[in-house]
């Protein structure tokens, strides 16, 4: 599977922005899809995920009531909704998939990604 993410860019903290993660090959509901991220001079760590059925969802602590991971079946095409952004939400935004994974929140569980897109967060 090809996955392209989209829809990072500027916005002032308390803002909304909506990622895009879409792809091409293989249906999405066939793998465990991921959202990671990395800021400079960090280690890029996990945002939000989803199982292969869409039944579960799971996000890390400091995410969860703003962020939400959701997928549109017919569009290929997995969603970070992010709400309330905050100044240390400014990272490079990855997308990840595979079809089989133990722990949904370590990035080497996950052998596809997307190419990253950048959200930067101003006060």
């Known amino acids: 599977v090809q996955l392209q993410a989209s829809g990072g860019g500027f916005m002032q903290a308390g803002g909304s922005l909506r990622l895009s993660c879409a792809a091409s090959g293989p249906p999405l509901f066939t793998y465990v899809m991921g959202w990671f991220r990395q800021a400079p001079g960090k280690e890029r760590e996990f945002v939000a995920a989803m199982s292969r059925n869409g039944g579960s969802t799971y996000y890390a602590d400091s995410m969860k009531g703003r962020f939400t991971i959701s997928r549109d079946n017919a569009k290929n095409t997995v969603y970070l909704q992010m709400n309330s952004l905050k100044i240390g939400d400014t990272a490079v935004y990855y997308c990840?998939?595979?079809?089989?994974?133990?722990?949904?929140?370590?990035?080497?569980?996950?052998?596809?990604w997307g190419q990253g897109t950048l959200v930067t967060v101003s006060s």
């Open positions: 990840a998939a595979d079809r089989i994974v133990a722990l949904f929140n370590i990035p080497t569980e996950y052998d596809y």
